[in-house]
């Protein structure tokens, strides 16, 4: 069973922190994904990797940033936090590879970070 | 880039009666179209996913649909039940991103 874990369920930051959420997935996928997601808004990619030390930006990258310096482990960075950053942040991991059933997304328990 | 419309964003049923979710798409690349189920304060799970050489595909009570010409896939649920309760969300990938409907929040009234 693909197991995907985030470091926190619950975080607390004041504006201006520098925050890392951190991802770890214990099946040797290939692609990592971060998203927020916010009510009536879905889940919105911010970052994905689809390899070590690769990263591509998604939709809304503007105030992250992500590392990737193993296979295992994507952490994303909010280098100064701000109030409108307050979100639930869900980390998803799939195979790659390009094979059919091998882009299945897998996701983790989340993380409600509020900054105040 | 892909956008993903999703319709209803909110549902009641019924217990017993059916309910159908529907999605549309705008990139004819993408391939990929899986089907999301998250309970409250709960991650996302997959509950079903369709590929684009195929026009339906059935588990159990669950099926969805693809109409790739019209760019729309639906979500139908039958004999609802009360743990079918929760928001559903649709998605579209064309192999590495994936795009995300708004969710649709389903409750089923026993």
């Known amino acids: 069973d693909v197991k995907v874990t985030q470091s926190s369920r619950y975080l607390v930051k004041r504006t201006g922190e520098k925050v890392f959420l951190e991802c770890v997935q214990d099946?040797?996928?290939?692609?990592m994904f971060w998203y927020r997601q916010d009510p009536g808004l879905g889940l919105r990619l911010i970052y994905f990797s689809y390899d070590v030390k690769m990263k591509e930006k998604g939709d809304i990258p503007e105030g992250y940033s992500v590392s990737r310096e193993k296979k295992e482990r994507f952490s994303l960075i909010l280098e100064s936090a701000s109030t409108n950053q307050t979100s639930m942040y869900l980390c998803a991991s799939s195979p790659g590879g390009g094979q059919e059933g091998t882009d299945t997304q897998y996701f983790g328990p989340g993380t409600r970070l509020t900054v105040l | 880039g892909e956008n993903v419309e999703q319709h209803p964003s909110t549902l009641s049923v019924q217990e017993g009666d059916s309910a159908v979710i529907k999605c549309t798409y705008s990139d004819s690349a993408s391939n990929y179209f899986p089907w999301y189920k998250q309970e409250l304060g709960k991650r996302p799970q997959l509950i079903i996913d369709?590929?684009?050489?195929?026009g339906e595909k059935k588990d159990q009570r669950i099926a969805v649909t693809l109409n790739k010409t019209a760019k729309h896939f639906s979500l139908h649920i039958t004999e609802t039940q009360p743990e079918d309760s929760a928001v559903y969300f649709c998605a579209a990938s064309n192999g590495n991103q994936f795009y995300f409907g708004t969710g649709t929040s389903l409750t089923v009234i026993p």
């Open positions: 099946m040797d996928h290939e692609n």
């Open positions: 369709i590929r684009s050489n195929v």
